[in-house]
């Protein structure tokens, strides 16, 4: 075995993490549009075909960063728009991560670098949220990135990598608002790891404030060095987050392109991108409303989804930080457990893409973490020690197997399985695609609504939907308008079966409770009821005497027979 990995190169990085990027991309890239548009990835993608067709953008906090909104839209606009295609840039960010290693490779042997890029491949939640349209893995990646150039640069004296951190630190900061958070924690995690240093320095009979003093010379100095370099940086990162977060408009006195062709317009729209941003995060994020949560089942519930998804991961990391506690690796557990502590408390709800941001601080102490393992396991066979080498052995085969079985069960088992909880609440948990197929087939083949919603469902102007915020009944009907806008369907809504047409639509769509009710009313229709949330009805759970409610909601679609039959004569008589 070893021979043939001499032979092809795989010891050297490079080639070896050119592999495991090819191997992530066909991670992410197959089957990509397999499953159904989650609630978030539906009303995004919805906005995001309205900003198509009028030209009129402005940022919005409740979506996030407009990083994922504008480089969807200019993949619409060249690929087609589909699942597929809207989850595409993110699928291309999550392959192309476990390349970032070799930022690292000053700080990590060869074999460790390589090892880092299994990880960003192969973990089960980086893997899941890489193929999910949403702005966590692409700010986690931005992130990460940023921290290996910082490193490099510090590492190898070389600015230009302080341009790449620059870059992606600007890229991290239009992907989602908690990218803030990542300086803090870095800081956070330095400052221990510091302290830690000068401790050891003070027992081992040193004089820690002298060697304070020559760290505070040397970062003096590499400053002075790279004086010019860091005058720059800030005006590259506002050039970055200008330009994606810049209200973009048709009309000729407004916008980011309109203030290209009229400077004087400039300042103004400088102004909307960065202060007025700002301002609209701070308002509605910094909110004590948003943190108006008991902190102990955010914990809880964070915990489990790192249980399920990263547990090899966070095993391995544990071990590291115990048998090579290292300045990179101790910086790394410091930062995974502020984001373990943090991040629960800073949550406006139970999303388990938020446990993204620690796995990607587990991942350097996971690689270091696994290379020992591997060398204690060869270490105990060479001694005799059966013990440890049989549990070593486990552990190694337990980090593997749980990585393949933990990605099947929350990636590629579909539809969703009712207790996968990498899969966040909103993601539809029953296969109403042959149900979006027959929408597909009825739009545009009559000559007023095409599909009427019903119940909770309605709302009085359907315009009132086209930007947010909109009305929150319409988040009732996620993720179906994804899929009624792309097929160009004319939608109205009715509040009671007295407000049905006398020819009602041929799609009417209501809440699973009211299907008895509307059934009566809609003879010579077809009815479907599907899952909408990841479980179809709800359910108790109880363990130890404590009770745990898992909410549920189902769709029944109604489809007239007459109308699909129709639709479906004229498909397959029409010319190929």
């Known amino acids: ?73 200019w993949t619409f606009a060249v690929a087609g728009v589909s699942d597929f295609t809207m989850r595409l840039p993110v699928a291309l960010i999550g392959s192309a991560l476990p390349a970032t290693a070799l930022l690292f490779r000053s700080r990590l042997r060869d074999v460790e670098t390589i090892a880092l890029g299994v990880i960003l491949a192969a973990n089960p939640l980086l893997l899941y949220y890489s193929r999910f349209m949403r702005s966590d893995l692409p700010l986690a990646a931005f992130a990460f990135v940023t921290l290996g150039a910082i490193v490099a640069a510090i590492d190898t004296d070389r600015r230009r990598y302080l341009h790449l951190a620059a870059i992606a630190f600007a890229l991290a900061l239009t992907t989602k608002e908690n990218a803030v958070l990542y300086p803090v924690s870095w800081l956070g995690a330095g400052t221990l790891v510091v302290l830690s240093r000068l401790a050891a320095d003070h027992y081992d009979g040193g004089d820690p404030i002298a060697t304070l003093r020559s760290w505070v010379t040397a970062t003096r100095r590499r400053a002075w060095a790279w004086r010019r370099t860091l005058l720059a940086l800030p005006f590259e990162i506002l050039a970055v987050v200008a330009f994606f977060y810049a209200p973009r408009s048709p009309e000729a006195d407004a916008g980011l392109f309109s203030a290209l062709a009229d400077p004087t317009l400039l300042p103004g729209v400088l102004g909307q991108a960065t202060v007025g941003a700002t301002g609209e995060l701070m308002d509605l994020w910094l909110s004590p409303s948003v943190r108006g949560h008991a902190y102990a089942p955010y914990l809880a519930h964070f915990l489990v989804v790192l249980a399920m998804a990263s547990a090899g991961t966070a095993v391995l990391a544990v071990l590291a930080v115990r048998w090579q506690p290292r300045p990179l690796v101790t910086f790394c557990g410091w930062w995974a457990l502020s984001g373990v502590v943090g991040y629960p408390y800073v949550a406006d709800i139970k999303a388990p893409w ?57 990636t590629y088992h579909q539809p969703p399985d009712g207790f996968n909880v990498v899969a966040q609440s909103g993601q539809p948990g029953g296969d109403i695609r042959p149900v979006l197929q027959d929408i597909r087939a009825v739009a545009g083949h009559n000559d007023g609504t095409d599909v009427l919603y019903y119940g909770n469902l309605s709302f009085r102007d359907e315009t009132w939907a086209n930007h947010p915020p909109a009305p929150s009944d319409w988040f009732n009907r996620l993720p179906i308008p994804w899929y009624t806008e792309r097929a160009n369907a004319t939608v109205d809504s009715v509040e009671t079966a007295e407000g049905l047409p006398t020819n009602p639509p041929p799609v009417v769509i209501a809440e699973g409770r009211d299907r008895a009710e509307l059934a009566a009313a809609l003879d010579g229709y077809a009815v479907r009821e599907e899952a909408i949330l990841i479980r179809g009805g709800r359910r108790t759970i109880e363990v130890f005497g404590f009770e745990y409610h898992l909410g549920g909601k189902t769709f029944a679609f109604f489809i007239d027979r007459d109308a699909l039959e129709a639709a479906t004569a004229g498909r397959d008589s029409a010319p190929p």
């Open 1 to 73: 075995m070893n021979r043939v990995i001499d032979r092809l190169g795989l010891k050297e990085p490079r080639r070896a993490l050119a592999l495991v990027v090819l191997a992530a991309l066909v991670a992410r890239l197959i089957a990509l549009d397999v499953r159904v548009a989650h609630w978030d990835e539906a009303r995004v993608g919805y906005w995001i075909l309205h900003t198509a067709d009028t030209g009129w953008w402005e940022y919005r906090p409740i979506i996030h960063g407009p990083f994922v909104q504008h480089v969807t839209r």
């Open 354 to 410: 938020l446990a993204i941001h620690v796995v990607v601080a587990l991942a350097i102490p996971a690689a270091v973490g696994l290379l020992a393992v591997v060398e204690r396991f060869r270490a105990a066979r060479i001694e005799r020690r059966q013990l440890a080498s049989v549990g070593l052995a486990l552990l190694l085969v337990f980090s593997g197997v749980f990585a393949v079985a933990s990605a099947g069960f929350t």
